[in-house]
Structure formats: structure tokens, C-alpha cells
């Protein structure tokens, strides 16, 4: 596979990912961490378009614990693979869908004035989305094929033209 890519691309494609992927894992870890930790409250009070089947989930203790595992370990798979470049894609693909439910349950648009000057929210960009942009631009480019483990998934063979082998493992003959 040539690199098609120039280094400065690559790098910064690499930060993005590294730093999305840090993200998940962070908010995965801190809420396995986190004893009590619990989605109820956040289902139970969404505004959005799917409030009524978010409220609905929170009034099943069953659906709840299920939904935290899903939530937990979700964040720490899609932040694991982000961060080490591994399964990179249905790690991106998936970290859409639970941004994407984060948004349709507090979309900054349903509660105008309560949310208008929040930090993180202005009317209907809000950091899911920003995020959820970062990813599908990240989906167009693969950095974890030249950075990231998921070049020995791809190619068992170490690629002589990516920036990794070039830093790491090029060594001039004597």
C-alpha cells in the first residue's frame, strides 16, 4: 500500500484520532470507575426526539444495567481502538452511533432558552457534533493503516514507506 498521504496528513490525522479516542476511553473509564454511576438520570430527563423511548428505557432496572455495560464498555472499546489505531473503522462507525444517541437525547435545540448560553452548546452545534464531524472526517482517512496496530491487520508485512517503519525500524546498512 503506497502512502498517499504526507507526513504532516498523517500526523495530524494521528492527533485527532489519538485525542477523540482519549476522549471515549476517559469518559468509558471514568464511569466504570465511578461507583453508582448510573444513565437513569440522563434518560429520564432527555428533551429530545427519542425522549419518549429514552424514558421509557429508564423505567426498567434491566434496561438500565444493560444500557450502562453497552454505554461503559462501549466508551472504552471505541476509545481503546481510536487511541491505538486497531479496528480503527467500526470503531469510528460505532463512536457516531452512541455520539449520535448523546445528541438525540439533549439536542441544544429543544430547550432554547434554558440552553442558549451553555458552554459547549450554541443552538445546534454542540460538542457531539463537533465530534461526530471529526469522526466522519476520520472516516475518509485511515491513519491507524500507517500509525496505529491496525497496519500489522492490513498487512502482516511491515510497510517500508510508512512514517512508523521509517522512525523506528529503518536502519542504514554499514
Known amino acids: 500500500m503506497n502512502n498517499q498521504y504526507s507526513n504532516k496528513q498523517i500526523i495530524a490525522l494521528t492527533l485527532l484520532r489519538v485525542a477523540i479516542g482519549w476522549h471515549f476511553l476517559y469518559e468509558g473509564l471514568f464511569k466504570y470507575l465511578s461507583s453508582g454511576w448510573s444513565s437513569a438520570s440522563f434518560l429520564l430527563h432527555s428533551t429530545g426526539p427519542l425522549a419518549p423511548l429514552f424514558k421509557s428505557w429508564a423505567q426498567s432496572q434491566t434496561m438500565i444495567e444493560n444500557i450502562d455495560a453497552l454505554n461503559i464498555w462501549g466508551l ?16 469510528k462507525f460505532f463512536g457516531i452511533v452512541l455520539l449520535s444517541f448523546y445528541y438525540l437525547a439533549y439536542p441544544p435545540f429543544s430547550n432554547l432558552a434554558a440552553n442558549f448560553h451553555t458552554g459547549g452548546n450554541y443552538w445546534i452545534i454542540d460538542r457531539n457534533i463537533i465530534e461526530i464531524a471529526s469522526l466522519v472526517v476520520l472516516m475518509m482517512f485511515s491513519s491507524g493503516t500507517y500509525t496505529g496496530l491496525d497496519r500489522f491487520v492490513v498487512d502482516s508485512k511491515i510497510k517500508k514507506d510508512s512514517i512508523i517503519y521509517k522512525l523506528f525500524f529503518h536502519r542504514k546498512k554499514i
Do not use: Q, R
Not at 81 to 91: I, N, V
Open 76 to 91: 472504552i472499546l471505541i476509545g481503546l481502538a481510536l487511541f491505538l489505531g486497531f479496528f480503527e473503522k467500526p470503531a
